[in-house]
């Protein structure tokens, strides 16, 4: 079993910067593929970036390329999401989520975190 825990949103204003974090508990995510989602109130689960299992090769949303970074550290058991130039439309709910294979669609990963807000005033 893995446990996720995200952690680092909050309210800013447009143009600013967030980094969230994902901490990993139970097994290390040497071996996993790490995905971030996002929810908006009243939308469906969007795909933001994707990491593999060694960190060498990252896939992003084309809503949130050349601003958003995924990396992450397997010597500490986290991945975290650099939020740079952020936009009122990036305002959701975000989550990190892990699997054996690397994937866009959130229905093809076996462990999820709960999510942290994330919310941008114009």
């Known amino acids: 079993q893995v446990q996720l825990v995200e952690s680092g949103g909050g309210l800013v204003q447009a143009g600013e910067s967030l980094r969230l974090s994902c901490a990993a508990s139970?097994?290390?995510?040497?071996?996993?593929?790490m995905g971030w989602f996002r929810q908006a109130p009243g939308k469906e689960h969007e795909f933001v970036a994707l990491?593999?299992?060694?960190?060498?090769?990252?896939y992003y949303a084309d809503s949130v390329k050349g601003r958003f970074t995924i990396s992450r550290d397997n010597a500490k058991n986290t991945v975290t999401l650099q939020m740079n130039n952020l936009e009122p439309e990036d305002t959701a709910v975000y989550y990190c989520?892990?699997?054996?294979?690397?994937?866009?669609?959130?229905?093809?990963?076996?462990?999820w975190g709960q999510g942290t807000l994330v919310t941008v005033s114009e």
């Open positions: 989520a892990a699997d054996t294979r690397p994937s866009t669609l959130m229905t093809q990963f076996e462990y």
């Open positions: 990491i593999n299992w060694n960190g060498e090769s990252t």
């Open positions: 139970g097994r290390t995510l040497s071996s996993y593929a």
